[in-house]
T-cell receptor, first 114, second 113 residues
Framework: NAGVMQNPRHLVRRRGQEARLRCSPM?????VYWYRQLPEEGLKFMVY????????ESGMPKERFSAEFPKEGPSILRIQQVVRGDSAAYFC????????????FGDGTRLSIL | GENVEQHPSTLSVQEGDSAVIKCTYS??????FPWYKQELGKGPQLIID?????GEKKDQRIAVTLNKTAKHFSLHITETQPEDSAVYFC????????????FGEGTQLTVNP
């Protein structure tokens, strides 16, 4: 399967813990986007990364959230000191390049905060 | 920033009928408009997209139309089948916004056999 791979599929954390979500883009894709989806809502952009660079983080909360896409390995979305409001589905998408290339999504990580 | 509105929020049709979902956008710089289908527990799946230099695009039972002047675009599904039942999202992006997608709120399509 050469699609976008996200893990874990489900993640349960207690308030105050850290959550780490991983995303491996499609083969040949070097652009990664993270989106958040609250129940019964559309997806909201969080951050856009290329290898070793954050291109646009305008949708990311200023505190507790960070993202990276290292030279080797998957992209990581990290949420520190989680709160109940962080409960959502987090989706990663990848594309082949700039210029409005199609974005292909993984099946997401469903984060639940107890 | 961009704002995308989508209607209706729910749509129920009989198998074999057509379904139409409409979206409007606010940013005149937007030039790429994909449509996604999301099934329960899955990620959004790209089903068709259109760029601003084209007015209509078709792929088998699915077609999308774009009216740049009015800033709206629509998804048309003909000869609907029960497996078309899902949530459909429209989205818009522009190169000036770094190609990030702004999504509509989604349409729950139910096709009744």
């Amino acid at each position: 399967n050469a699609g976008v791979m996200q893990n874990p599929r489900h993640l349960v954390r207690r308030r105050g813990q850290e959550a780490r979500l991983r995303c491996s883009p499609m083969k040949g894709h070097s652009h990664v986007y993270w989106y958040r989806q609250l129940p019964e809502e559309g997806l909201k952009f969080m951050v856009y990364l290329q290898k070793e660079n954050i291109i646009d983080e305008s949708g990311m909360p200023k505190e507790r959230f960070s993202a990276e896409f290292p030279k080797e390995g998957p992209s990581i979305l990290r949420i520190q000191q989680v709160v109940r409001g962080d409960s959502a589905a987090y989706f990663c998408a990848s594309s082949a390049g700039i210029g409005n290339q199609p974005q292909h999504f993984g099946d997401g990580t469903r984060l639940s905060i107890l | 920033g961009e704002n995308v509105e989508q209607h209706p929020s729910t749509l129920s049709v009989q198998e074999g009928d057509s379904a139409v979902i409409k979206c409007t956008y606010s940013d005149s710089a937007s030039n790429y408009f994909p449509w996604y289908k999301q099934e329960l527990g899955k990620g959004p799946q790209l089903i068709i997209d259109i760029r601003s230099n084209v007015g209509e695009k078709k792929d088998q039972r699915i077609a999308v139309t774009l009216n740049k002047t009015a800033k709206h675009f629509s998804l048309h599904i003909t000869e609907t089948q029960p497996e078309d039942s899902a949530v459909y999202f429209c989205a818009a992006s522009s190169e000036t916004s770094g190609s990030r997608l702004t999504f509509g709120e989604g349409t729950q399509l139910t096709v009744n056999p």
